[in-house]
């Protein structure tokens, strides 16, 4: 069974301009989510979806961040415009069931801000 | 709000020991999820405990689940360098998966 898929794998950018990533989760998961990782510190949930309707998105900063998961399949997660606290590592999951269940992560994008 | 604590932030063994990790929740648990991070990777799913007083075995890897279903400790024996990276917990909060602070291993040959 195919795990969860992110692309780039890799980012560098300027602040201020924006970026997109994407992500492929594993095939019949309803429920995906994108996370966002700082080095030395766990997973903060962004987004989570469950088919193509958002299920919560409170820590989201909806100002520059936004996210769709169009067909209730595959996602995007975009940045614009960028800034330096944004490097970070974006973790895409998802899981068979509602957030409660298990998780499975893709490789994530690490992305440099500078 | 909901948070998830682990202890201790760093460990570092050498290999042959034993090494724990403990996980506090400020409520109520449904269920406690374990996911292990290697340096550079991503977090992987461990395993989930669902039962008060409930205790798992993975080989060297013993995960308890605690009576008031508030805590969890995962317990390794005999540590192998295999074994390094962070160990997180999580459990479900009202609507969303609660990330503990986790646990990074170092293992020294």
């Known amino acids: 069974e195919a795990g969860v898929a992110q692309s780039p794998r890799y980012k560098i950018i300027e602040k201020r301009q924006s970026v997109a990533f994407w992500c492929n989760p594993i095939?019949?998961?309803?429920?995906l989510y994108w996370y966002q990782q700082i080095l030395g510190q766990g997973p903060k949930l962004l987004i989570q979806?469950?088919?193509?309707?958002?299920?919560?998105d409170s820590q989201l900063p909806k100002d520059r961040f936004s996210a769709e998961r169009l067909k209730g399949v595959d996602s995007t997660l975009k940045i614009q415009p960028a800034k330096l606290e944004d490097s970070a590592v974006y973790l895409c999951?998802?899981?068979?069931?509602?957030?409660?269940?298990?998780?499975?992560f893709g490789p994530g994008t690490r992305l440099t801000v500078t | 709000g909901q948070q998830v604590m682990q202890i201790p932030q760093y460990q570092h063994v050498q290999e042959g020991e034993d090494f724990t990790t403990y996980c506090n929740s400020s409520?109520?648990?449904?269920?406690i999820q374990w996911y292990k991070q290697r340096p550079g990777g991503h977090p992987v799913f461990l395993i989930q405990l669902v039962k008060s007083g409930e205790v798992k075995k993975q080989k060297r890897l013993t995960f308890q689940f605690g009576e008031a279903k508030k805590n969890s400790s995962l317990h390794i024996t005999a540590t192998q360098t295999t074994d390094v990276g962070t160990y997180f917990c999580?459990?479900?909060?009202?609507?969303?998966?609660?990330f503990g602070t986790g646990t990074r291993l170092q293992v020294f040959p």
């Open positions: 095939s019949g998961h309803a429920t």
């Open positions: 999951a998802s899981s068979p069931g509602p957030f409660s269940y298990e998780q499975y």
């Open positions: 999580a459990g479900p909060g009202a609507d969303k998966l609660i």
């Open positions: 409520t109520t648990l449904s269920n």
């Open positions: 979806f469950q088919n193509n309707g958002v299920v919560d």
